[in-house]
Every structure is written in C-alpha cells, then in structure tokens.
C-alpha cells in the first residue's frame, strides 16, 4: 500500500478511476504537534488543509451505455458467446460516448 493511502480511502482500481488515480486523488490534511511520551500535546504546530483532487469531465452517455451493455448481453446470450466489446465514438470529435466489455 502507497505511504499516501489511508485505510479508508477509496483507490481507483480499474478503468477510468486507475487512469486517472493521481489526478483525481488530493491529499490528506493533518494537525501537526509535538507531543510527549505518553501522547500528550505539548506544543500545536499547525494544521495542514487538505487538497481537493482534480475533476474529470466525461463524455459517456449514460442511455447508450446502458443500451450498449444492453445489446451484448443479448448477442452473447443468443449466439452462445462468452465474451464481446463494443465502444460508441462521436465522429465529429473523437469523444467516447459509450463503451463495454462483456464476460459471462
């Protein structure tokens, strides 16, 4: 586990979310003390804030990528397939409207 990570934080572990895990993550903030041998706060050395991690603005359309998922499933269940892919991308400027990999 990365020194960064606490326990409770979520990591994108796949897709989008793994692309992008380093910009969309900020940083912890803390409280920063000197403290004696039995925990004791001796002296308040300051707060460090938190950063907010970045934004991500995606162009999938959530309709056609319920209706891609959709379709395969059906064209896997039909043809006896056990795997398919299909991805929706807007001629007029390269986006991806929607995208699907199917396993069953």
Same mark, same amino acid.
């Given at each position: 586990m990365h020194p960064e990570y606490l326990l409770t934080d979520t990591i994108g572990k796949q897709g989008i !979310? @793994? *692309?992008?895990? *380093?910009a969309l993550r900020g940083q912890h903030g803390f409280h920063q003390a000197e403290v004696d041998a039995f925990g004791h #706060?001796? @002296? !308040?050395?300051?707060? #460090?804030q938190p950063v907010p991690g970045g934004d991500l603005m995606l162009n999938v359309d959530s309709d056609l990528q319920k209706k891609l998922f959709d379709t395969l499933q059906e064209l896997l269940d039909k043809r006896e397939l056990k795997q398919a892919a299909a991805i929706a991308i807007d001629p007029r400027n390269g986006a991806v409207r929607a995208?699907? /990999?199917?396993? /069953?």
């Open positions: !979310e @793994k *692309s992008y895990e *380093s #706060v001796n @002296k !308040e050395l300051g707060i #460090v995208r699907e /990999f199917a396993e /069953f």
